[in-house]
């Protein structure tokens, strides 16, 4: 690939940047993802596939270049084990808060205990556009 992987947040519409700013604040420094969706592309702002050490772009839903964040950590968890590191670093209050969103986002899925996801960790490396 010649150039950096990419990756958008999607938020409630177009102009929910939340997430791209929680990450700019350093509120945000994980990401999670069915293990099914983690490793395939999401069109043109979302590369998937995503190892420690990457060096990645991040998009705001108008497919603005907003931060460089760099992958520090990918793991595997179990729905019903939510790490406290992760909850924190998605930036929820609790696991049963991750639990509860992540069922909302995700109907097309049988959330159980479990189910497995992929952990994004990471750094905020550089800002672009705050």
Known sequence: MSRLKRLSFWGADE?????PRAVMEGRKTVTADTVEDYYKPYG?????SYEAGDLIE????KQRL??????????KIRFG???EEVWRGEGFASAREFQEVHI?????YD???DFEFVT??????????P
């Open 111 to 113: 959330l159980h205990a």
């Open 15 to 19: 102009d929910d940047d939340s997430l």
């Open 44 to 48: 043109e702002y979302g590369d998937g």
């Open 58 to 61: 991040v998009y705001d839903l």
């Open 66 to 75: 907003r931060c460089l964040i760099r992958a520090t950590k990918v793991e």
């Open 120 to 129: 994004l960790h990471f750094a905020l490396a550089e800002t672009i556009l």
């Open 81 to 83: 084990n939510i790490p």
């Open 104 to 108: 909302a986002c995700l109907p097309q």
